[in-house]
């Protein structure tokens, strides 16, 4: 079949693989986009850290958590430009999308921009964001939040890294109430907020891995080119390897600790939670959000553009 420049242009956005391999990748999937990207996987040309890591937007990542450290939100506004983001006019934004969502607890950013606006009387959350645009001068984007609510004992903390880059909102639960306001419990929390935006985990343990997950992987790893003339096997061993490390890389209590690689974060928080003397703390949940992610910016050439203006 024909493979046309459009589906190497999107396979090539959605791998970061060079023009050749994602056309030979495609011709050998037949067209199907799902399948190319597989194949190319499984030949160590695409992976999903390439996808991930060429998006970009502008805006910030931010954080608000209720006094009790019981209620938190994370959220990601989005801008056009670094300098509109550093702004104390989009910053003020930022924080009062935060607080509204804290006090209100909308499901979505749907619902969200429907609620009457505790910023900008008589309006709704949606005039409240067109108003800001036309007082900002730029498009402004409300884009993704989560909110959290403690229901027994634990609490909830968040970290903000370079400036709103990347955002990590993460809940503990404890055996005790009293324990949730243990300095050295405090310290805990901190610490595994630091290590989900340092490391990236997708996963608390491999109890949330969903099967699909693993079964991708699996086949990812079975159709690789060094293992092709091994015996079934033998190829099968050494993929159930490969997926379980694979697999423990991508949960946040096996990680190895950010401030010391010799223990796992599971070995810490059974440290702390033996000096707390509450062997009930736990890792609840987390969300990590990186500036963003999964957004083409677009990218503009301005000898061009004058170039295109002087000849209209």
Partial sequence: MEITASQVKELREKTGAGMMDAKKALVEAGGDMEKAAEILRQKGIATAEKKSGRTAAEGQVA???????????????????????????????????????LEKAPADVQEL?????????????????????????????????????????????????????????????????????????????????????????????????????????TRVEMGKEDLANKPED?????????????????????QPFVKDPSQSVDDIIKNRATELGDMDIEVVRFTRYALGEGIEKKETNFAEEVAAAARV
């Fill in 113 to 217: 921009l429907t609620l009457p606006s505790s910023f900008l009387a008589g309006s709704t959350v949606q005039q409240y964001v067109t108003d800001k645009i036309a007082a900002i001068k730029e498009n402004l984007n409300i884009r993704r939040f989560v909110r959290y609510q403690v229901a027994g004992n634990g609490a909830i903390h968040s970290y903000i890294h370079t400036g709103g880059k990347v955002g990590v909102l993460v809940e503990l639960k404890t055996g005790k109430a009293e324990t949730a306001n243990h300095e050295v419990f405090k310290q805990l929390i901190k610490d595994v907020a630091m290590q989900i935006a340092s490391a990236a985990p997708d996963f608390v343990s491999r109890a949330d891995i969903d099967p699909t997950v693993i079964e991708e992987e």
């Fill in 234 to 254: 033998i190829r099968r061993k050494i993929v159930e390897g490969r997926v379980s490390k694979l697999l423990g890389q991508r949960c946040l209590i096996e």
């Fill in 63 to 101: 954080s608000l958590i209720s006094d009790d450290r019981k209620t938190g939100v994370l959220v990601e506004v989005n801008c056009e430009t670094d300098f509109v983001a550093k702004g104390d006019a989009f910053q003020t934004m930022v924080s009062e999308v935060a607080q509204q969502i």
